[in-house]
């Protein structure tokens, strides 16, 4: 059996450390002294500031909980229920590998501790979750691929395993604990690989207190145009997921800092690791933010525009290998997954196609509570405030091979979705923003 990379998942989606606590602290130099200030060299203190992040980030996880598991076995459209926010404080350190000789580029890895805040939860870690079995339907991708002795096999693992579609779990389980899951071992076994990191499973398993990816990014101190952008991902300079040039190409930062002298006409390139691909946000609106002026950016509609409404977007497709293109709001992962099944969205589907939002009840799309955005001061480029958020989906496709997956709708299954956030100036539910 060949089962190779099944799996995923290291969804670990990383964003924003702390350079939104800079504001306050440069906002008073002068236009010529901020250029020599924004950069990262090693002793400078901007250096510093980006390297220890001390500014709290929270990451605020909601599930949706799943009330009629077995109608959606028969059929039925999900019906579900928004729990949480169950809040992680996350703590980021930034660890230099090397600079160029010629200190124009730095190579990093982020340190990411987390840790759970009940007093700004709403439950527990213990609460209990229904919602998809995630390396289930994996294998089950996987295994449409096989001979049918090979699928034989895999159902009789299923069956002895009591495997199924939809799982009970606490919160700590489906996040960072995970939950060991037998028949990954043996399919594993069979397929002498290994699919899944202790055959185990979780969000964020393995994430704690671990190292991300190797990022290169620009100083700043030979062209401060080029500050803080990313020059290559895990060595390579461009990606190699997508189908053409556009797709692949590496551009802009990690979104937690920008290049100084901002205007409303820019066009904020942002290169996310964990969405495998780069995207941008526009100019909205003025804003104040605690009295200080700022533009407030956001992700357009375009970023996840359907290849036929917008074609810079067709490669992003992979010529169907994975599936049928699909409508606005959504980016399939399949490509930088291991074939997984897992589908990316905003948030209860905003700026997405109805079509989605109707495959479950219980979704509203509510342009301030989902969308992603940035509140910057333009003449340094600071972040005041800005929320990172995004949604995790299942592909469900129904098929006969595999028991569970007989009469299951064809839809995008809402798994969970998550912000990243800055902590308003009152430690209190309703300030997160
Ligand atoms: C999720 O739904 C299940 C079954 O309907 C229920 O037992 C559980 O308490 C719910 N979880 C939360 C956090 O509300
Ligand atoms: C807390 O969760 C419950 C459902 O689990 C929900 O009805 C309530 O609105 C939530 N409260 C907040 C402040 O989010
Ligand atoms: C790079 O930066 C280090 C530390 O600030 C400095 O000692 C070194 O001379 C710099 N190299 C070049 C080529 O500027
Ligand atoms: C992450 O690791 C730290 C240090 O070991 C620990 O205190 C914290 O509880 C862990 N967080 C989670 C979510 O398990
Ligand atoms: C979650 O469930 C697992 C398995 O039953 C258990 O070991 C763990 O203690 C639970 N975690 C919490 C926070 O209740
Ligand atoms: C299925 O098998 C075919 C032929 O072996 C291969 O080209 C294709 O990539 C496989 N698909 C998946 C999802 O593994
Ligand atoms: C299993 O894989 C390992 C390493 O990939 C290899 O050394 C070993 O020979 C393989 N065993 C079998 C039975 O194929
Ligand atoms: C797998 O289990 C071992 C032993 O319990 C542990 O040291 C290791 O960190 C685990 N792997 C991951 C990715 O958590
Ligand atoms: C990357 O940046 C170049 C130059 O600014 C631009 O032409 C291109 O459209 C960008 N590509 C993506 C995928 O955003
Ligand atoms: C912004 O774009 C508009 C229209 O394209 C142009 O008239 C204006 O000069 C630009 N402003 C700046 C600051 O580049
Ligand atoms: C939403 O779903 C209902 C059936 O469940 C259907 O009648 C309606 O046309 C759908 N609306 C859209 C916009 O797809």
Known sequence: MKFIHILLICLSFKTATGLWGWGGKI??????????????????????LWRDADVPIYMLVRFFNVTNPDLVLRGDKPILEEVGPYVYQERRENHVEEFSIDNS????????TFYFRPDYSNGTEEDIITTINVPYTVMVE??????????FVLREIFETNGERLFINKNVSELLFE???QPSVAEASGLANDTLLPNNTFGFFYGKNESLSDRVEIYT??????LFAQTRSWEGQTELTFWDDQYCNMINGTDATVFSPWLT????????SPDMCRSLYMVYEKDVRVTGIKAYKFVIPKSVLESAEVNPDNQCYCNGEEFGPCLQTGVLRLA?????????LSWPHFYNGDEVYVNQSIGLRPIKDAHE????IEPYTGLIRRGSKRYQINVELKPTRQFRDMKRVPNMLFPVMWVEESKLGRFNTRSYFT
């Open 220 to 225: 700043g101190v030979s062209n401060p145009a």
């Open 372 to 375: 992603g955005f940035a509140m």
């Open 105 to 112: 580029t730095v190579t990093y890895r982020t340190k990411t």
């Open 178 to 180: 995970g939950y060991y």
């Open 27 to 48: 906002s008073g130099f002068f236009h010529n002294k901020l250029e020599k200030a924004v950069r990262l060299t090693d002793g400078g203190f901007v250096f510093k």
């Open 264 to 271: 409303r006409n820019t066009t904020l390139q942002i290169f």
């Open 142 to 151: 996987r295994g449409l691929n096989l001979s049918s002795l090979e699928k």
């Open 335 to 343: 490509p930088c997954r291991g074939g997984a099944p897992v589908v």
